[in-house]
């Protein structure tokens, strides 16, 4: 369908939309590096999530959701804007966002709704295109939190998780205006590095052993060299901080509670002297228990806003979406973090509840993608396509039918190449069975094909396979087809850095 014709049907499917409902409020829940296979509504074997649960079962859960650049300040700018990160202008997370660029919270306000975000924001401008805003500077800590408003610094104390559940209450019972539509984003942290978990659930899990993922012991030889040479592996690169084996910087109570928690851990950690399998078992316990009584925290922050959703009188007119900037690794190929075009990182979460327009227990397997979000609401509030978006609004799907031209492939790029982790550059097209991906530094010219089929633990590389000629061909074609697509420039890397003079000594 030539473009032109897509964005008038969307414009015209907005329009009577507008015209034959109330225009819905939207609630976005966004959590930063919650992995799909923590959340149990996605058949986690590792807890129990029921307030997301409770979304998904009450509205659709999507299987395949891809980020554009599974990395958390980029992937944010990509909702932002609903362009990719070479359009934006947001590629690395030591950039900056442009905010004067159109984001959909000012198209939004445009046609007459009210906007709002709280939480975590982590693109170092001043959020624009708000009315209200209370966000985290930075990463923000787990408990603490300063956070920068439009009348300057607030300083919080508690758990970093609560506080921003109950600035999203406040602003509900307090700031929005009755007589509009609403867009909330309320963003946490959790359950981002160093996993610090709240004072209910510190102790939670104590009593059991999560299972261990099959590749958790892997050195990923069948992948090469970019998987093998990187600083995410659970056995050699975590802190003592994120073991906490060192404690944090809390005020007395707060020490008091988490040295209660850990100390006897600790103790008991140091006088095993475990070394080899058993140490890489006992820090796979250790951050995998921390990571899910975050979640935990999380989890309950989402119960409180549907039950309020609920004693207002707001859920029958509100779309409440939950989601997550990207995926990530909880012991596959002996990893944390993300970055990676493989599966863990590739994917995120995404379920969202609208009742009587989304049919409860839906799922749907179509490839969408965070990119989709900005043009979604944008339709949903009535509010016309600008029409140089790159992705596509979600309304069709959200009600059952999914239009005959949909996607039947994505593109994904990663840059934060020198950076954190080591992860190579890559860029990758991928359906839901093959990913045909490209490692492109100075270095590290590879190409790999990965079959979900045939290696659903995407162990090997399938490219020199002889076998997959024929499969490899037509992904080049789609992946140079998609490039052009979405205007993707030839990225010759960054600027080597310009080392600093040593000052001369006086």
Known sequence: MPRHLALLLCLVA???????????????????????????AYGSKINRTPNIDRIANEGILFKQCYVTNSICGPQRAVIQTGKYSHLNGFIRNDNTFNGD???????????????????????????????????LKGQGPYYNPPMLTADGTVNH?????????????????????????????????????????GPKYLTKYDDVTIPEPPTLFTENEGLGSPAMNQTMTISRHMFPKDLKLTPPRLNPEQMKAWSAAYDPKNRAFKEAKLEGKKLLQWKYQRYVKDYL??????????????????????????????SSDQGFYLGEHGWFD?????????????????????????????????????????????APDPGDMQGRSLMPLLQGSTPND????????????????????HYAVVD??????????KDVDMWQ???????????????????????????????????????VPHDPGPEPKKKKAKKKPA
């Open 293 to 322: 009584r975050c979640i935990d925290s999380v989890d309950d922050a989402v119960g409180r806003v549907l039950d309020y959703l609920e004693e207002a009188g707001l859920a029958e007119n509100t779309i409440v979406i939950y």
């Open 338 to 382: 993300k970055r990676w075009a493989y599966e863990e990182s590739l994917r995120t979460p995404f379920v969202a509840r609208w009742p009587g327009i989304i049919k409860p227990g839906s799922h749907n397997s179509d490839i969408v993608s965070p990119i989709d979000f900005a043009q979604t609401f944008l339709q949903l509030a009535g």
């Open 14 to 40: 907005g329009s009577l939309f507008a015209e034959s409902a109330k225009r819905p409020n939207i609630v976005f829940i966004f959590s930063d590096d919650h992995a799909y296979q923590a959340i149990s």
């Open 432 to 441: 839901t069975r093959y990913k045909l991906i490209h490692f492109y530094e």
């Open 157 to 197: 104390t508690g758990y970093t998780t609560d506080i921003i559940s109950d600035l999203t209450l406040k602003w509900f019972k307090e700031e929005r205006d009755p007589d509009k539509p609403f867009m909330l984003m309320t963003q946490h942290k959790a359950p981002h590095r160093n996993w610090q978990p």
């Open 101 to 135: 660029q159109q984001t959909f919270p000012k198209l939004l306000q445009q046609a007459g709704y009210q906007t709002a975000v709280v939480g975590k924001w982590h693109l170092k401008s001043k959020p624009q295109g708000f009315d209200y805003f209370e966000v």
């Open 449 to 487: 094909l990965i079959d979900l089929k045939a290696d659903p633990l995407e162990t090997r590389n399938f490219y020199n396979n002889p076998e997959y000629a024929t499969v490899r061909a037509k992904l080049h074609q789609e992946l140079d087809r998609l490039r052009t697509e979405f205007e």
């Open 406 to 425: 949909w996607r039947k492939t994505h593109y994904f790029h990663y840059y934060e190449f020198p950076g954190a982790h080591d992860v190579r550059r």
